[in-house]
């Protein structure tokens, strides 16, 4: 025999080692891969088991329980959430309320600024001029001219350096001037007031108004209808000797 083997002796050889180095799991390599097995199935059950609902193994009745607590938290949710938003309505409301009342405060503290002479003024109105050269313009005319303006809804007015209110006076002032609440004013005067152009006008133009007098006594006057009038000067009334707030 050659000391070359033959092709079936080779692979009985390969084989042969094949066997020898194929593993050979043991008993206890088996039992573990078995109880591995086991194990993971468990857990896969679990898991799917949890994924599911929960509600899935309560009764019917246990059910019906969960079900009047989920109703009773909803309607307690609806409950909170309605007096919220009422509290919401009531606090907006209120803020509403207050702004309303605080600038109706403001534009009542303004509209009687105004009227008081405490605060300065513009709109539409009149300019008046009087010339009075021979000095023949007395209080009492001043005082009609004023009256006339009051009457025909001037909001504002004044002559010179003064602003004249309900409370203004006039006195004679030599030589051939007058005093308005103790300023010296004389010819020209000049007059400002706030109001309907069309009215103020109007009730100066009447036939033996004030204006109608005055010229009458010699003096020249003069009124033009203003789209925009300033009247800046402001009075500074002193405090009350007699009167006080109504608590």
């Given at each position: 025999?050659?000391?070359?083997?033959?092709?079936?002796?080779?692979?009985?050889?390969?084989?042969?080692?094949?066997?020898?180095?194929?593993?050979?799991?043991?008993?206890?390599?088996?039992?573990?891969?078995?109880?591995?097995?086991?194990?993971?199935?468990?857990?896969?059950?679990?898991?799917?088991?949890?994924?599911?609902?929960?509600?899935?193994?309560?009764?019917?009745?246990?059910?019906?329980?969960?079900?009047?607590?989920?109703?009773?938290?909803?309607?307690?949710?609806?409950?909170?959430?309605?007096?919220?938003?009422?509290?919401?309505?009531?606090?907006?409301?209120?803020?509403?309320?207050?702004?309303?009342?605080?600038?109706?405060?403001?534009?009542?503290?303004?509209?009687?600024?105004?009227?008081?002479?405490?605060?300065p003024a513009q709109g539409p109105g009149v300019k008046i001029t009087l010339e009075d050269p021979d000095g023949v313009l007395d209080t009492a005319m001043m005082a009609a001219l004023v009256d006339e303006l009051r009457n025909a809804g001037a909001e504002a007015i004044a002559v010179g350096p003064v602003r004249v209110t309900v409370s203004t006076w006039f006195a004679p002032n030599a030589p051939g001037g007058l005093l308005a609440e103790g300023e010296s004013i004389g010819s020209p005067y000049r007059w400002l007031a706030i109001g309907d152009p069309t009215t103020l006008q109007g009730a100066l133009g009447m036939a033996g108004g004030a204006l109608a007098a005055m010229r009458t006594a010699g003096a020249k006057t003069e009124v033009s209808v203003e789209d925009q009038v300033v009247i800046e000067v402001i009075k500074t009334p002193g405090p009350a000797e007699y009167a006080t707030a109504l608590e």
């Open positions: 025999m050659s000391d070359w083997q033959t092709p079936a002796s080779g692979s009985r050889a390969w084989r042969r080692l094949a066997r020898t180095l194929r593993p050979r799991p043991t008993r206890a390599q088996v039992t573990t891969g078995l109880l591995c097995l086991i194990l993971g199935f468990g857990l896969a059950t679990q898991f799917r088991q949890t994924r599911e609902a929960d509600f899935s193994t309560l009764r019917q009745s246990e059910l019906i329980e969960v079900l009047d607590q989920l109703t009773t938290r909803a309607e307690r949710l609806r409950q909170d959430n309605a007096q919220l938003e009422h509290q919401l309505a009531e606090l907006t409301d209120s803020r509403t309320q207050d702004e309303a009342a605080r600038q109706a405060a403001l534009d009542q503290a303004v509209t009687q600024g105004i009227l008081a002479g405490t605060l």
